[in-house]
């Protein structure tokens, strides 16, 4: 089993720039492949982002690319997601979960098995 907690979340000005943090249990972080979803209000969840375990290789939604990076530290067991230039529907519950699966990459939620409880991001016009 594995915990994740997200953080980071918050209210910002349509412009600015949050980081959010995903924290996770166990000691197998190192084997993990992550993803950051959103779920905007009254839509379905999407995908933001991924990393592959070792951090080499990355993928993103097409509607955040050249504005979000997702990052990770292994030593502290931790995924982020830089936010910058948001946009109001950008709005939305954050959440990372972790995949084991080699189709992390493709953005499909069938392929991750745990997931956090979500933060939420506010990003007024």
């Known amino acids: 089993q594995v915990q994740l907690v997200e953080s980071g979340g918050g209210l910002v000005q349509a412009g600015g720039s949050l980081r959010l943090s995903c924290a996770a249990s166990g000691r197998t972080f190192t084997t993990y492949n992550m993803g950051w979803f959103r779920q905007p209000p009254g839509k379905e969840r999407e995908f933001v982002a991924a990393i592959n375990w070792s951090g080499g290789r990355t993928s993103y939604g097409d509607s955040v690319k050249g504005r979000f990076t997702i990052s990770r530290d292994n030593a502290k067991n931790t995924v982020y997601l830089q936010m910058n230039n948001l946009k109001p529907e950008d709005t939305a519950v954050y959440y990372c979960?972790?995949?084991?699966?080699?189709?992390?990459?493709?953005?499909?939620?069938?392929?991750?098995?745990?997931w956090g409880q979500g933060t939420q991001v506010t990003v007024s016009s």
């Open positions: 979960a972790v995949s084991r699966s080699a189709y992390y990459y493709r953005g499909s939620e069938n392929e991750y098995e745990y």
